[in-house]
């Protein structure tokens, strides 16, 4: 009896053990990325009823991601996995049939292709064989034809040569991140019949074009293009239109000196929604998106959202024709609103109350589907019906089950000239008992803002036992438009204050600990942690990301001659204003923050020597310092493995100066 009564103790406990093991969550690591799938491209079919979308996954034997097509239903009740295996799958849509599901892959071929997958199964069909890189493709509402968009190929598609020839460089915007030198090769519009398999070129020329849409008759491309002389001094763009066959006269419905993108025919045809900047300069990185309207020649042009002083973006119509939706970037979160063309009336429909989204579809009269992410969720698909939002897919439970993610709320400071800035502060937990040590953590851009959405690396720095914040400096979005220009030919200036004051704010609240305060970023969050560091000395650790400090040289060394020439001038005539811009490499003996700098070695964003010209310069001074390289890396790092090696040396180095404590 004793033993029995010993063994059933025994398994309680054993079954009591079990269950609190499976309750109790790990804080999240750098090798947790792994596990975090990244849904893309959702569309709706034709009958409102299924999405299809491509959902990519870690793949840790191959080092990288692999897209994999899904279905899912409206009601939520199937999710089906299309498409499997070693060989990734993309960019899908429907034929406006409803019979056939359409996707990108490479397999079978050097070059990506257009595959058709019958709707009730069965294995896909290679339906292309296009020779240049597919960059994208619309179908023709009556199924029979495809827009294409394709590069033209390399070496005249002939096979590649036993020996790379030299490469010859004759254009004014010479180099691009990812494309590398930029020689004449272009993007232009094909159109592709299915039955016949003919493929008919639309357009040639010395520019690019892109976002092809078909009106609703089948008969008419609008597509977006840069027809000024010279295409590589401006940043240009208009929306044209032609007939859908060889030799069509191409008319163009734009002629704003800034951009006009992104057409979407209404569903009768008599009108095209787009995007247009508010600036019309040749070249103004300030500036934001508004919504506009015009008819389907081009005329009675209208702006719909001038009064808002917001970004829009995402824009979709209903599917009677009577709304057009679109997203909206409002001081760190995205909202959908809505513009009524009868009452001429603009409504929101979702808050997005610590939400932000993207990828509007319209479903059904009151109803429509979209991508949600939310600090403590990557994005999910959703539904938003009359106000209420219901989830559609639930890829991310599984991995977020066993993590215990960090508290994250917003905040807001003034800056020393008194401007109000917004912010997000990640901390362990949602009670701060004690101070912490600290990590400002800066976004890029500048024209950018961080939001009430999933991020990767600050929860995780939370999660080591930092307090993490993140500040929409002037230069960001989400503010209007005076608030993001405020810092034209001005870096390093009010940015760094509006730093600097929530730091000050977060010291003062008792969150952050001002003997163990840590900065870094990438991109302009890296050139603005090399400003930080240089204008002040309280920081302990930095980890400057594919920055840049000795502007000076950045002249024809990265991708934006562009913006220097119409932002900046050209150096020989305003070294002056360069060399006041480059204070962090000129004034490199003021700052003595041990600082780890890292690049991407194929970087022609902001090129790796940003950061080595920095790195030489501490370490001439034997200011503690380290070079970080990842190759084969461009601006992004994508390689998986080498984005948790990144975050790991972010706790590592802040860990070797900050000493957090909570572990």
Known sequence: ?????????????????????????????????????????????????????????????????????????????????????????????????????????????????????????????????????????????????????????????????????????DRYHFKQDIEGYLQHLHTHLYVYDVATKKLDTLTAGDMDDSSPAWSPDSKTIAFVSNHTDDPDRNENLDIFTMEAQKGARVNQLTTFTGHDINPLWSPDGKHIAYLRSTSDADYFIYQHDVLCLMDADGKNNKVLTAALDRPVSNHAWSRDGKNIAYVVSNDRIRYIAQYNLLLRKTTVIDKGVQCSFENLIAQSPGSWIAKMTTPYLPHELVAIENGKIRRLTFHQDQWLNGVKLAYVKGFQSFSADGTLVSGILYTPDSVVTKKLPFVLFIHGGPTDQDEFEFDVTRQILASAGYAVAAVNYRGSTGRGVEYTKAIYADWGNKEVKDLLGAVDELVKTGVADPQRLGIGGWSYGGILTDYTIASDTRFKAAASGAGSALQLSMYGSDQWVVQYDNELGVPWKNADKYIKLSYPFFHADKIKTPTMFMSGLKDFNVPTAGGEQMYEALKSQDIPTQLVLYPGQYHGITVPSYQVDRLQRYIDWFGKYLNPSIF
């Not at 990325?33 to 959702?42: G, K, S, Y």
Request: proline residues 8%; without cysteine; hydrophobic residues 35%.
């Open 1 to 169: 009896m004793k033993i029995y009564i010993y063994i059933v103790i025994v398994f309680n406990l054993f079954v009591l053990n079990s269950v609190m093991a499976q309750a109790v969550k790990k804080p999240f690591k750098p090798t947790d990325v792994l596990h975090i799938p990244t849904l893309e491209d959702p569309q709706l079919s034709p009958d409102g009823k299924w999405l299809a979308y491509s959902l990519s996954e870690v793949d840790s034997a191959k080092d990288n991601r692999v897209s994999h097509l899904w279905m899912q239903s409206y009601d939520g009740k199937q999710s089906i996995e299309l498409t499997q295996g070693a060989d990734a799958a993309s960019s899908p849509k429907w034929t406006p049939d409803g019979k056939y599901l359409s996707y990108v892959s490479e397999r079978d071929s050097k070059n990506a292709q257009i595959w058709l997958m019958d709707r009730r199964g069965g294995e896909g069909k290679k339906l292309t064989d296009v020779k240049g890189e597919l960059q994208d493709y619309a179908w023709s509402p009556d199924s029979k034809k495809l827009a294409l968009i394709i590069k033209d190929p390399e070496n005249g598609g002939k096979p590649e040569p036993k020996t790379t020839p030299p490469i010859k460089i």
